[in-house]
């Protein structure tokens, strides 16, 4: 399928702002800023979540929320502070369901989650079933 990737800008709580590339991880839950990106942002923890890994290893990172702006959306979003060795942004479902987005795995594309809504069901916007 491939990687893929998005560069957006986070805003933290003061205004301070900092472009980022994302990796598009439609597995993920939530999105995760490397401690870096959300420390210049000057986000703080607001509460701590337990996460199970790929590998099944259950983990404890810290959670805040910034602003987030990509291409197609805007808006606000709880973030993972990631950690030393958290070296990659990633772009979670969580974030891409407040924005109304969808990862197209084949396209590698985000788009509308509306559009996908109504293409999957076999409906047009207004039409009866």
Do not use: N
Not at 38 to 44: A, G, P, Y
């Amino acid at each position: 399928m491939g990687i893929t990737y998005i560069t957006g800008i986070v805003r933290g709580p003061t205004g301070k702002q900092a472009q980022v590339r994302f990796l598009i991880d439609s597995g993920a839950p939530y999105s995760l800023l490397p401690k870096p990106v959300w420390e210049s942002i000057e986000l703080v923890p607001r509460r701590e979540m337990e996460f199970t890994l790929a590998d099944g290893r259950v983990v404890r990172r810290k959670v805040s929320e910034c602003y987030i702006i990509l291409p197609q959306g805007e808006g606000h979003t709880p973030v993972i502070l990631g950690e030393p060795g958290d070296d990659e942004a990633l772009l979670g479902v969580v974030t891409l369901e407040i924005l109304g987005l969808v990862f197209h795995p084949f396209r590698r594309t985000l788009g509308p989650v509306a559009k996908e809504a109504r293409e999957g069901s076999g409906q047009t916007a207004g039409s009866d079933a």
